[in-house]
T-cell receptor, first 109, second 115 residues
Framework: LAKTTQPISMDSYEGQEVNITCSHNNIATNDYITWYQQFPSQGPRFIIQGYKTKVTNEVASLFIPADRKSSTLSLPRVSLSDTAVYYCLVVGQGGKLIFGQGTELSVKP | ETGVTQTPRHLVMGMTNKKSLKCEQH?????MYWYKQSAKKPLELMFV???????ENNSVPSRFSPECPNSSHLFLHLHTLQPEDSALYLC??????????????FGPGTRLTVT
């Protein structure tokens, strides 16, 4: 049975790079790993998605090792507006969608 | 604007009431989802519809009844709820091709309070 593990919370300061890792064992071999951002009382918002190695877009990078047992979301030079909860989403064996518990990121001035 | 709308945004209902939540997506997606998010807890997937067919039902109590009349609309019918059902109910849609699920677009959610 697939399971995900993320740190419950992280603190950072403006301008720093933040890396959030999600451990996920026994996930489907052919499905994407996706990360979402959620602000209070809003629905999650897509950040980035990847299958393996490294993916980069205008807001983040995603690192996925060859064994796909973890993934790391990297936010460069965070600002106060990046304070939010970050979730990883994986697909378990059998196609079951599994959200991580979420990492509450607090960015301080 | 995410392209996924939900109504109502807030709902207060008694345990004997019957109400429905509505979700509409304008993105041309072929899959829609209902999630429950309780305070300080992660998202719990409730139902998945792909091509208007229910493909996943995560042991949700029968007092929650989904309906997907077409690929753009999704309903969640509620009856005889319990106070512990109070939560934020989120709808999402995505494109699905084979077993690959692409990025989900979420609506703003319905904040449900059961009294």
């Amino acid at each position: 049975l697939a399971k995900t593990t993320q740190p419950i919370s992280m603190d950072s300061y403006e301008g720093q790079e933040v890396n959030i890792t999600c451990s996920h064992n026994n996930i489907a071999t052919n499905d994407y790993i996706t990360w979402y951002q959620q602000f209070p009382s809003q629905g999650p918002r897509f950040i980035i998605q990847g299958y393996k190695t490294k993916v980069t877009n205008e807001v983040a990078s995603l690192f996925i090792p060859a064994d796909r047992k973890s993934s790391t979301l990297s936010l460069p030079r965070v600002s106060l507006s990046d304070t939010a909860v970050y979730y990883c989403l994986v697909v378990g064996q059998g196609g079951k969608l599994i959200f991580g518990q979420g990492t509450e990121l607090s960015v301080k001035p | 604007e995410t392209g996924v709308t939900q109504t109502p945004r807030h709902l207060v209902m008694g345990m004997t009431n019957k109400k429905s939540l509505k979700c509409e997506q304008h993105l041309g997606h072929n899959a829609m989802y209902w999630y429950k998010q309780s305070a300080k807890k992660p998202l719990e997937l409730m139902f998945v519809y792909s091509l208007e067919e229910r493909v996943e039902n995560n042991s949700v109590p029968s007092r929650f009844s989904p309906e997907c009349p077409n690929s753009s609309h999704l309903f969640l019918h509620l009856h005889t709820l319990q106070p512990e059902d109070s939560a934020l109910y989120l709808c999402a849609s995505s494109h699905v091709q084979g077993t690959s699920i692409y990025e989900q677009y979420f609506g703003p959610g319905t904040r449900l309070t059961v009294t």
